[in-house]
């Protein structure tokens, strides 16, 4: 089975700096995704950015950008010019691509808090 | 963008009782719906996955005469929590999947057992 191991319960950042959350994880699998989603205070979860393991380039989404080290099973997230917005619980994920619609198995999640 | 709806979006109930929690897509087709479970400040715990018209797959360690699935139509799944007790105090999230790696989460409900 696969997992997802995010080291790093909670993380802080000043306001308009950058910030990397990390996230390993374990597959014998060849082809599949990675996810990190975002959830503020309401509970909603929000997807960040999106990376197919196939694709050498790293993903970025405005702000936000990955480091997918497939090799090395790495995803870490880099969030560039941190805004207040930004501090929530942010999960890292995984999903298989072997067969049919596979579930989401998130890691146990980074507190990250922005200090203006 | 996708709408997934969730129903009631906060429960209070009386140990004993059962209660029903509605998963919709607005305005698409999920073919596989998955719920999931989670307990204050930890992850998201995968429960089941349910896929339109059939039985509902459960995970290891979690009751599937307790916590009911049907998933009737292409645009709703239920989650009944049957003779809930304080213990199934939690927040239930449904996610809808689609094709590819697109899918999209409810925005949860907070059940407490008292």
């Known amino acids: 089975a696969q997992t997802v191991t995010q080291s790093q319960p909670e993380m802080s950042v000043q306001e308009a700096e950058t910030v990397t959350l990390s996230c390993t994880y374990d597959t014998s699998e060849s082809d599949y995704y990675l996810f990190w989603y975002k959830q503020p205070p309401s509970r909603q979860m929000i997807l960040v950015i999106r990376?197919?393991?196939?694709?050498?380039q790293n993903a970025t989404e405005n702000r936000f950008s990955v480091n997918f080290q497939k090799a090395a099973k790495s995803f870490s997230l880099k969030i560039s010019d941190s805004q207040l917005g930004d501090a929530a619980m942010y999960f890292c994920?995984?999903?298989?691509?072997?067969?049919?619609?596979?579930?989401?198995?998130f890691g146990k999640g980074t507190r990250l808090s922005v200090i203006a | 963008g996708a709408v997934v709806s969730q129903h009631p979006s906060r429960v209070i109930c009386k140990s004993g009782t059962s209660v029903k929690i509605e998963c919709r897509s607005l305005d698409f087709q999920a073919t596989t719906m998955f719920w999931y479970r989670q307990f204050p400040k930890q992850s998201l715990m995968l429960m089941a996955t349910?896929?339109?018209?059939?039985?509902?797959?459960?995970e290891q360690g979690v009751e599937k005469d307790k916590f009911l699935i049907n998933h009737a139509s292409l645009t709703l799944s239920t989650l009944t929590v049957t003779s809930a007790h304080p213990e199934d105090s939690s927040f239930y999230i449904c996610r809808c999947g689609l094709a590819g790696a697109r899918g999209y989460f409810g925005p949860g409900t907070r059940l407490t057992v008292l």
């Open positions: 994920a995984y999903r298989s691509t072997l067969s049919g619609n596979t579930p989401l198995v």
């Open positions: 349910s896929n339109e018209g059939s039985k509902a797959t459960y």
């Open positions: 990376q197919e393991a196939y694709k050498q």
